[in-house]
């Protein structure tokens, strides 16, 4: 049984940093494209960044500059460094990884998601 399970977000006031991460654990053979997405109240889930297999990333506009993906292959893990948060990046964050089960075949997984505050 394939799981992603994110860390805990948390409470931060505006302009503040806070790190999630998202460990992949299971029979997992390789994960390809990771991404991290948030939703808002009334609004619909957006991606807020990627990283593939390789390490080359993407980013939405809206945090470009401010936060950062990175991925740890070992340990199956993907992180999200967020830097100078803004009220308006408060939003449930979810990972989303594409995970190859074994060769040829891979899946698309969720995590729980993560509680993300930016107080003004």
């Known amino acids: 049984q394939v799981q992603l399970v994110e860390s805990e977000g948390g409470l931060v006031q505006a302009g503040g940093s806070l790190r999630l991460s998202c460990a992949a654990s299971?029979?997992?053979?390789?994960?390809?494209?990771i991404g991290w997405y948030r939703q808002a109240p009334g609004k619909q889930r957006e991606l807020v960044a990627a990283?593939?297999?390789?390490?080359?990333?993407n980013y939405v506009d809206s945090v470009k500059g401010r936060f950062t993906i990175s991925r740890d292959n070992p340990k199956n893990t993907v992180y999200l460094q967020m830097n100078s948060l803004k009220p308006e990046d408060t939003a449930v964050y979810y990972c989303n990884a594409d995970i190859v089960l074994y060769w040829g075949v891979s899946r698309d997984y969720w995590g729980q998601g993560t509680q993300v505050t930016v107080s003004s």
């Open positions: 990283i593939t297999q390789g390490g080359s990333t």
């Open positions: 299971g029979t997992i053979f390789s994960i390809n494209a």
